[in-house]
């Protein structure tokens, strides 16, 4: 593979490919976008899946806590539901206008002659048009998203959730019992280290070369045991499993200088090449 050839040929360099997260980290938490998809997915709840309004918020927590995301939480303890149906309602209504292009971020993406690739557990519609609505398209080599690590075509179809019978995690998490095993999530998503085994096959990662860009701690301290270099974006504070804080994505040229500095010291070595050949030609 092209890529094996020139990970042989760049084996001294300390990283060779930048991987991203999207929500909160290519754009700040201050956008409000995290607000409206946490107040999208609690209606989703009370509206389709049936959860008593004032219980929502707990459930969410709880589902958050365990599984990561509130998605997976929900298909583990047997809520039945469609993916697309489940994104549509979630990401479908965001006010995307609050996101206006980025060409700072966009500069310093594409000064980097090494790979870019984003990790998201949103989907593939949702990944586009923030993409889109930044300016960064083209900026990145691979995009894997919720499809990319749930390829199901086709979901079983809604059913009445009062037919069946779901597992009280709120309960669980209030009197916790060591005896009773939890139920599994069929979602493949951040912060499982199964996810990011995954996402390493899918596009050729070598991990211990690689820098991680995510505002999820839980991310982060996942992305570290699986022996990527961490990069907590959004904050200043340093806590288990983060090599370096960001308060804001911008910071890279500061805070990773060696990336630029590898670079240069590249096109340096080439230039003496070149130079050495027009004058052995003379």
């Not at 509206?47 to 008593?52: N, T």
């Not at 889109?132 to 179809?157: D, M, Q, V, W, Y």
């Not at 270099?229 to 060696?258: C, K, Q, Y």
Request: net charge negative.
């Amino acid at each position: 593979m092209a890529y094996e050839e020139n990970f042989q040929q760049n084996s001294e360099a300390k990283y060779d490919c930048l991987l991203f997260d999207i929500d909160d980290t290519l754009y700040p938490l201050s956008s409000g976008l995290a607000m409206e998809v946490k107040k999208n997915i609690q209606e989703y709840m009370v509206q389709k899946l049936g959860v008593e309004e004032d219980k929502v918020q707990e459930l969410c927590l709880s589902l958050y806590k365990i599984y990561g995301t509130t998605m997976a939480g929900l298909k583990a303890v047997g809520y039945d539901f469609d993916y697309d149906d489940f994104h549509r309602f979630v990401h479908g209504r965001l006010p995307y206008a609050t996101l206006k292009p980025d060409p700072i971020l966009r500069n310093i993406i594409l000064s980097l002659p090494i790979r870019k690739v984003v990790f998201t557990n949103a989907d593939k519609a949702h990944a586009a048009k923030v993409i889109a609505r930044l300016g960064l398209e083209n900026c990145f080599e691979k995009i894997i998203s919720f499809e990319t690590l749930n390829p199901i075509t086709k979901t079983e179809s809604p059913v009445d959730t009062k037919t069946r019978e779901i597992f009280d995690i709120s309960s669980y998490t209030a009197n916790p019992d060591p005896s009773i095993e939890l139920p599994k999530t069929p979602v493949v998503c951040k912060p499982s280290e199964g996810a990011f085994e995954q996402v390493f096959k899918m596009a050729n990662i070598n991990p211990k070369k690689t820098l991680f860009f995510d505002d999820s701690i839980r991310n982060i301290q996942t992305g570290k045991r699986v022996g990527l270099h961490t990069v907590w974006v959004g904050t200043s504070h340093r806590e288990e499993g983060v090599d370096m804080a960001l308060e804001h994505i911008h910071n890279i040229r500061e805070a990773l200088p060696e990336l630029w500095e590898a670079v240069d010291e590249k096109a340096e070595e080439i230039r003496s090449r070149q130079k050495v050949a027009i004058e052995t030609i003379a």
